[in-house]
């Protein structure tokens, strides 16, 4: 699969993975980047250290 990025307005590369998954169960955790999420269908709750956000088909979120 060839890398893809994002340029930025200084012209640097961001790199960009780009993955579909099924969930039931993400635990907490920790990565040096955003994550950015669709959700295609169904429901879940997003809880961060101090939110908890209900998401439903069509919201998108980020995390930094």
Do not use: W
């Not at 060839?2 to 200084?10: F, N, S």
């Not at 920790?30 to 879940?44: A, D, P, Q, R, Y």
Request: with cysteine; hydrophobic share 40%.
């Amino acid at each position: 699969m060839d890398e893809k990025y994002i340029i930025t307005d200084e012209g640097s590369r961001q790199p960009v993975t780009c993955m579909m998954e099924r969930f039931d169960l993400i635990r907490e955790h920790m990565h040096n980047n955003f994550e950015l999420t669709l959700i295609v269908s169904g429901s879940c709750t997003l809880r961060t250290d101090d939110e908890i956000f209900a998401l439903k088909a069509d919201d998108i979120f980020c995390i930094n």
